[in-house]
Nanobody
Framework: QVQLVESGGGLVQAGSSLRLSCAAS????????MGWFRQAPGKEREFVAA????????YYADSVKGRFTVSRDNAKNTMYLQMNSLKPEDTAVYYC?????????????????????WGQGTQVTVSS
């Protein structure tokens, strides 16, 4: 059974940092793209960041570019999201996602339907 488990969320003040982790089990994703999405109350789920299987290709939403960094450790089957300079508008439930197929095109990275497996989410709350 494939599982993605996020951790590292919490309540922080604006300007603080958090590091989210997404641990995969049940199969390896070392050859697949993975991504982070988030959903704020009353809003639709939106793309945050994604990373190719090698870890060298990364993609970010404009709203987090320069503040967030996505990375992965294929040996640990784990993806990370380092979030710096957090803002109240970053408050959301953060989900990690993984793609079943080993192939992906650049336009597919920020599309939620490109991913087949999802975690249960971790809450990030940033107070002003």
């Amino acid at each position: 059974q494939v599982q993605l488990v996020e951790s590292g969320g919490g309540l922080v003040q604006a300007g603080s940092s958090l590091r989210l982790s997404c641990a995969a089990s049940g199969r390896t994703f070392s050859s697949s793209a993975m991504g982070w999405f988030r959903q704020a109350p009353g809003k639709e789920r939106e793309f945050v960041a994604a990373i190719g299987w090698r870890g060298t290709n990364t993609y970010y939403a404009d709203s987090v570019k320069g503040r967030f960094t996505v990375s992965r450790d294929n040996a640990k089957n784990t993806m990370y999201l380092q979030m710096n300079s957090l803002k109240p508008e970053d408050t959301a439930v953060y989900y990690c996602a993984a793609r079943r197929s080993t192939s992906i095109t650049i336009p597919q990275y920020p599309i939620s339907n490109s991913y087949d497996y999802w975690g249960q989410g971790t809450q990030v709350t940033v107070s002003s």
